[in-house]
């Protein structure tokens, strides 16, 4: 998640080198919470970027297994994951980062 905070530079690098697959078998697969919560707030971040966005429309089983892993941890007994999973859902309903204007506030003079 932290390669991709703070821009969407590295995102291409990251899909073409398997990083949101090794998510998505962090997030679909581990017994543990620990890594299943670090994997789903992950993709959070991840999901914000238009290449990242991309990637996930161009691949529909990736997009369905994505899909699955919001809704499996929607259902967890561990709150963090429900909570991060509902930050996932949101990012994604909303339009990619790198996609949305900036903001511009006006100073009076």
Request: hydrophobic fraction near 40%; aromatic fraction near 6%; include cysteine.
């Amino acid at each position: 998640g932290n390669l991709a905070r703070n821009g969407g530079v590295l995102c291409r690098d990251l899909v073409r080198h398997g990083a949101v697959v090794a998510l998505l078998n962090a997030a679909g697969a581990d017994a543990a919470n620990a890594p299943r919560r670090i994997a789903i707030f992950s993709l959070g971040t991840f999901v914000g970027w238009g290449d990242i966005r991309d990637y996930f429309d161009r691949e529909a089983t990736v997009r369905t297994r994505l899909e699955r892993i919001v809704r499996d941890a929607q259902a967890s007994s561990d709150a963090t994951i429900v909570r991060y999973a509902a930050r996932l859902r949101a990012k994604l309903a909303a339009p990619p980062t790198d996609l949305t204007p900036p903001t511009h506030q006006r100073h009076h003079h």
